[in-house]
Antibody, heavy 113, light 112 residues
Framework: EVQLVESGGDLVQPGGSLRLSCAAS????????MGWVRQAPGKGLEWVAN????????YYVDSVKGRFTISRDNSKNSLYLQMNSLRAEDTAVYYC??????WGQGTLVTVSS | DVLVTQSPLSLPATLGQPASISCRSS???????????LHWFQQRPGQSPRRLIY???NRDSGVPDRFSGSGSGTDFTLKISRVEAEDVGIYYC?????????FGQGTKVEIK
């Protein structure tokens, strides 16, 4: 059974940092593009970042460029999102996804003073 | 960025009757590899999104065959042949051809 389990969401002050993790199981992680998608409270979906199978290609939506870094460790079947200089508008549930096919349950990031 | 526009945004549906959602993109979605990366997702209340249809018309594993996708170029449609109570939720189309990947605003399906 495919499982994606996110962790690391928390309440953080504006300007702070957070690192999200996603533990994958039930499929060959290293063969998949992976991504992070977020959903602000009561809002729609926004694709935040993508990474290819070996981590050599990374794409970011403009609103997070220079602040967020996506990475992966295929030896640990894990995906990460390092989030720096957080803003109130980054408040959202962050989902880990295998480029759309499988999704985790999400982890809530709240940026507030 | 590619703008993806869904209509309607609210869809009161009748049990057992068909329903359809339209999705239009501001640019063509044919990738250089020849595929069209237009997908449909369902998000039930309180749940994570679930992909129903990938690359315009391919149903994901376990998706009931009452769901179908069609379209080409910039115009796409999701059809539910006979709405069931479990179909309540928000439906999103998403283009994955151009970066950044972009979603439509979502269509809320409710039972009349």
């Amino acid at each position: 059974e495919v499982q994606l389990v996110e962790s690391g969401g928390d309440l953080v002050q504006p300007g702070g940092s957070l690192r999200l993790s996603c533990a994958a199981s039930g499929f060959t992680f290293s063969r998949y593009w992976m991504g992070w998608v977020r959903q602000a409270p009561g809002k729609g979906l926004e694709w935040v970042a993508n990474i290819n199978q070996d981590g050599s290609l990374k794409y970011y939506v403009d609103s997070v460029k220079g602040r967020f870094t996506i990475s992966r460790d295929n030896s640990k079947n894990s995906l990460y999102l390092q989030m720096n200089s957080l803003r109130a508008e980054d408040t959202a549930v962050y989902y880990c996804t295998t480029d759309g096919g499988y999704w985790g349950q999400g982890t809530l990031v709240t940026v507030s003073s | 960025d590619v703008l993806v526009t869904q209509s309607p945004l609210s869809l009161p549906a009748t049990l057992g009757q068909p329903a359809s959602i339209s999705c239009r993109s501001s640019q063509g979605l044919v990738h250089s590899d020849g595929d069209t990366y237009l997908h449909w997702f369902q998000q039930r209340p309180g749940q994570s999104p679930r992909r129903l249809i990938y690359k315009v018309s391919n149903r994901d594993s376990g998706v009931p065959d009452r769901f179908s996708g069609s379209g080409s170029g910039t115009d796409f449609t999701l059809k539910i042949s006979r709405v069931e109570a479990e179909d309540v939720g928000i439906y999103y189309c998403m283009q994955g051809t151009h970066w950044p990947k972009t979603f439509g605003q979502g269509t809320k399906v409710e039972i009349k």
